[in-house]
């Protein structure tokens, strides 16, 4: 469901440009230590609540408890609850996504910014921002995004904080820009890896 096809502003380039998760500190985006190439990849805190049902679901499945075809199954849905719950916020620009991101965390952590269409907030050891640029670089800088200036040439943007609420959550801001078509290849990108899609609509729209 997470892993599916990429779109692009410019076919495949634009869809590992884009799309891509920031992988890396310095240098190229290639060069990855610990950041996740897609939404949801950290994984979940021995602290969660889902703690329980995950020891025990893999605990049955090691013990070969279940019948043969439902392995799989239990396997993947293993896999799905070790990864934090995608909350994708979409909307054109300055129908209120970072406010309400900001609402739900409870904190500022996403300026008013124009030109990053990706922008993810995900738990980290440590407060940093990570821009994942156009060429394929990656710049990595302490703090929050709030306190940075957008290198140029920012595709993605990532924030991470030490945030419990992050453990079990990631929050990802899309901004809708460009052509009809661009717009829809990015909804279906969403769709293949958020387990919940918020929508930011204007009124005046309504």
Not at 16 to 23: D, I, K, N, S
Not at 44 to 61: G, I, K, N
């Amino acid at each position: 469901k997470r892993q599916g096809p990429d779109p692009g502003r410019d076919g495949a380039r634009q869809a590992q440009a884009q799309h891509g998760g920031l992988h890396g500190d310095q240098g190229q985006v290639k060069e990855h230590q610990n950041v996740p190439s897609v939404p949801g990849e950290i994984r979940v805190s021995q602290s969660s609540y889902l703690e329980p049902v995950v020891d025990r679901l893999q605990t049955a499945l090691e013990g070969k408890l279940f019948p043969s075809e439902w392995q799989q199954w239990g396997s993947r849905l293993l896999d799905h609850l070790r990864k934090p719950v995608q909350v994708a916020v979409l909307g054109q620009p300055g129908y209120g996504k970072s406010t309400l991101i900001n609402m739900m965390l409870a904190q500022p952590v996403i300026p008013r910014v124009e030109g990053i269409p990706v922008i993810e907030v995900a738990h980290g050891p440590k407060t940093r921002t990570l821009f994942e640029l156009e060429d394929g670089g990656c710049v990595r800088r302490s703090g929050l995004l709030t306190d940075q200036a957008v290198p140029e040439g920012t595709i993605r943007a990532r924030l991470e904080l030490e945030e419990d609420i992050l453990l079990r959550q990631n929050f990802i801001e899309v901004g809708l820009t460009g052509t009809l078509s661009h717009q829809m290849s990015m909804v279906n990108w969403v769709v293949q890896w958020a387990d919940i899609i918020l929508w930011c609509l204007s009124l005046i729209h309504i």
